[in-house]
């Protein structure tokens, strides 16, 4: 459901930019987070798993924000996955340019995270 939640998200931000519309990245990240959460609890009240499986749920959400959110919002736009925008408005894309840390390494990164956390 996460993945579905992110990848939707993903769909709606591309579209919003393909008519070139202003996105308010906290608020739309905020309500990820929150429909994100909801799932994470009713999967915690309804199923028997361990104590810290709300715990693993976040951090795997987390993990496949960073590692798919970008790659998909690019295809969803028909760009090539490992396109940057110049003009991003994005505080942690801005962050990340400032820094000189490679976005696209640190998103394979938790990709891959995601997917090992799939696998185990």
Do not use: P
């Amino acid at each position: 459901m996460i993945e579905i939640i992110t990848l939707t998200h993903a769909y709606l931000d591309s579209r919003k930019i393909k008519r070139h519309e202003y996105i308010d990245h906290f608020w739309r990240t905020t309500v990820w987070f929150f429909l994100c959460m909801i799932y994470v609890v009713c999967m915690d009240l309804f199923t028997d798993k361990h104590d810290f499986y709300s715990l693993e749920m976040v951090a795997y959400m987390i993990a496949f924000r960073i590692g798919f959110y970008d790659f998909a919002l690019n295809l969803f736009r028909g760009l090539s996955i490992w396109y940057k925008s110049e003009t991003t408005t994005s505080v942690i894309d801005q962050w990340y340019r400032r820094n000189n840390i490679n976005q696209n390494a640190i998103r394979i990164i938790f990709a891959i995270i995601a997917i090992l956390w799939n696998l185990i």
